[in-house]
């Protein structure tokens, strides 16, 4: 049983940043796919972010680009996403995700049912 515990969020200002990280245990770090997802009050759970198996390719949401950067420490079992000027529409409870299958083409790892293991998320909140 994959458990994957969030870390790292908290209220922060406009232009700020904020260093998210999801540690898993119980299943096989490496051979996963690890993706970051954000569900703001009133709307769908979104995709933010995914990152390959070797960590050599990641894939991002428009809303996100240039400013969010996801990796991965295999030997922690630890993926991190640092988020950078950062805006009051980033704010939403963010959620870590993962798989042992899909692709490593990431255009098609940006749905929810893309992923297998999900945690219960952190909550990051930008003040303007």
């Known amino acids: 049983q994959v458990q994957l515990t969030e870390s790292g969020g908290g209220l922060v200002q406009a232009g700020g940043s904020l260093k998210l990280s999801c540690e898993a245990s119980?299943?096989?770090?490496?051979?996963?796919?690890w993706g970051w997802f954000r569900q703001a009050p009133g709307n769908e759970r979104e995709f933010v972010a995914t990152?390959?198996?070797?960590?050599?390719?990641?894939h991002y949401a428009d809303s996100v680009k240039g400013r969010f950067t996801i990796s991965r420490d295999n030997a922690k079992s630890t993926v991190y996403l640092q988020m950078h000027g950062l805006k009051p529409e980033d704010t939403a409870v963010y959620y870590c995700?993962?798989?042992?299958?899909?692709?490593?083409?990431?255009?098609?790892?940006?749905?929810?049912?893309?992923?297998?293991?999900w945690g219960r998320g952190t909550q990051v909140t930008v003040s303007s």
């Open positions: 995700a993962g798989t042992n299958g899909g692709s490593n083409w990431l255009m098609t790892m940006t749905t929810r049912d893309a992923y297998d293991y």
């Open positions: 119980g299943g096989t770090f490496g051979m996963a796919i």
């Open positions: 990152i390959s198996r070797g960590g050599g390719s990641t």
